[in-house]
Structures are given as C-alpha cells and as structure tokens.
C-alpha cells in the first residue's frame, strides 16, 4: 500500500466518523421517551425519590431539590420539575450546541458522566472492557484457529463423507442462536441435571485473588470456557464455509492446473500458491467479525453468563437512554471498526503485494 493511499484513509477516518456520530445523535434526538421524561416517571412513580440525587446530569451535579420537587410534581406543577431536569441534563441548549461541545469533548476522550449511574462514562468502560475483550478475542482465536483449516480440508475432500457430515454439523450450530447453545451448555455441564464441571457465572472466582498464578490463569479460563464455546460454536460455519469455497474456487485455475503438470508437490501448490490467493477474502472479514465479537455477539452471552461487559452496559443504555453511554459507546466502537478496517486493508497488501488499492479506489 503507497504513503498517500495510507494517509488519505487515515484523514478519512475523522470525517467518518463525525458522520456516524452525527447521524446517531439525530436519530436518538428523535426517539421518545429520552432521560428526562423518564426521570419524571421515575419521580411520579415514587420508585426515584431516595436515589434522585445520584442521577447525575451531563456537568456531574445533582438535580435540586429532589423532595420538594417530588411533591410538586405530584400536585400537577411538574413544568419547573422538568425544566430542572433538562437543565441538569443538558438538554435546555439546543441541539447544535450540544452536539458541538459533545464532539468537542470526545477528542480528548472525554464522555462525560453516565446520567443514571453517576460515574464518568470511561470508567464504566474500562470496568467492562476486560469481560468483552475475553469473550471476544479468545472466540474468534478460535473460530480462525479451528475453521480455516477446516475449511481447507473440506475443500480438498470435496464431497467425501468427512466433508458431508462437517457440513451437517455446521449447519446446525449456525442454524442455532448463540444464547440458546450457551443455555444447552449450561444445563449440560453447569450444575443442570447432567454434570457439573463448570462455573454458572461471573469471569473469576470470588476468591481469584488469593489463588497463585497458575491457579487464577487455570480459574479465568475455568469460567470462560462455556461462554467462549457457545460463542465460538456459533461463529465456525460462515468462516469455514468461506474458506472452502474461497480455496475451491483456486483449486480450479488454470495456475494451479500448470503447477501439477509440472511436478509441484501438491503441498506446495496448495499453501504456497492456493493460500495466498484464497485467503484474501478471509482476512477481509476479520475486522468485522472481531467487532461483532467484542461488542455486539456477546449481549445474551453475557446476560446468561453473568458477565459484565460492554455489550451488556451498551444494551442496558440504549433501554435507559442514558445518552453519554451509549455515544461513549459508539464513539469507541466506531473509531476502533474504522481503524481495523485500514489494518485489513494493510494485511491485504502484505498477502498479495500486486494488489493497488490506489486504483481500484480511483
């Protein structure tokens, strides 16, 4: 890939993803029910009174008079009550404002506090991080690990047995969602009915850290297994299926065909030349699937699992619009998508370096 191609994608990158952020904050201005309206029906409701002074606004403080309002609002003078909370919420600016000193705010990453939790927005992240970033680099570790050369030997057994009953077996696991693998599994091996070899949740045990570290490395993957199995399960078809009809369709060129005829060991000619040239579709498809894994494969498996993580905080924040979460989310999760996507681009270059993307982009 040449310097200019390089750093035009990178100029791109910022512009990107002001779009993206920009769409998503029109869209959600326009969604009912936002925080405010569903800070009053917590205040009506009664279920807000002893906690209203831990909802924090976007400056961090907390809405005044929480008591007082309370009553007010429940004699039908609510209109002071509300312009309250839009105050404390930010939402007495308007709506360019905001986004600008919202924007302004995300280039030095700062996502301000959560409204419902009263705590900054990256912490909440950093907390939940090391949950996602288990589930999701050690399952799609796996799924690369296990069906690229799964998928290869398919190819090269082309409607044998062994490749008909793999097929069946993928069929099946990816016709099955997720979370209803990981339920199977718990009933299985989890203290169900059948055995119980495995942790029903959390990441650790409560007593990780007083065990050696041999023990916590034994316990972390302990507790991961289930989890990372259901996910992985539920990701090996596409990848695999990918890789067979990717080699498939290089095992019938005519180079491959002039490589056997001149004596090549058919070992070569298979990850030498055939490799390179079918694999390229599969490292295309690496950022996304790492994406997904992180952030968005992962919310029933974390639900099921007892496990804290960013898909469960992101899921949780969009029900509650609790908005400086769910932009803090997004932000981070854009900016990371759109940089692994020149990483993809890169690893192309170095698989097979005839590739110009300077041309195809122009």
Known sequence: ????????????????????????????????????????????????????????????????????????????????????????????????????????????????????????????????????????????????????????????????????????????????????????????????????????QGLVSENWSSLSFFHKIADYFWHLCLPVLAMTLGGLAGLTFLTKNAFLEEIHKNYVRTARAKGVPENRILYHHIFRNAMLIVIAGFPAMLISMLFTGSVLIEVIFSLDGLGLLGFEAVQSRDYPVVFGTLYLFALLGLILNLISDFVYTLVDPRINFEKRSS
């Open 1 to 200: 890939m040449k310097k200019s191609y390089f750093l035009k994608r990178l100029l791109f990158i910022p512009i990107t993803l002001f779009g993206i952020m920009l769409v998503n904050f029109l869209f959600v201005q326009m969604a009912p029910g936002g925080p405010v309206e569903q800070m009053m029906q917590k205040i009506e409701s009664g279920a807000g009174v002893n906690t209203l002074g831990h909802f924090a606004g976007a400056g961090g403080g907390e809405v005044a008079g929480g008591g007082d309002s309370r009553y007010r609002g429940a004699q039908g003078l609510q209109a002071e009550l509300k312009k309250e909370l839009e105050k404390q919420f930010g939402f007495d600016k308007p709506l360019w404002v905001r986004f600008g000193v919202m924007m302004k705010n995300y280039l030095t990453f700062d996502f301000g506090n959560s409204f419902y939790q009263n705590k900054p927005v990256i912490g909440l992240i950093l907390e939940k991080m090391p949950v996602s970033i288990s589930l999701g680099i050690w399952s799609t570790l796996l799924i690369y690990l296990i069906s690229i050369p799964l998928g290869i030997r398919k190819a090269v057994r082309h409607g044998s047995q062994m490749d008909r009953m793999s097929s069946w077996f993928l069929t099946v696991s990816y016709a099955l969602p997720s979370f209803l693998l990981a339920i199977f599994l718990l009933i299985i091996f989890a203290g169900g009915r059948y055995l119980d070899w495995f942790p029903l």
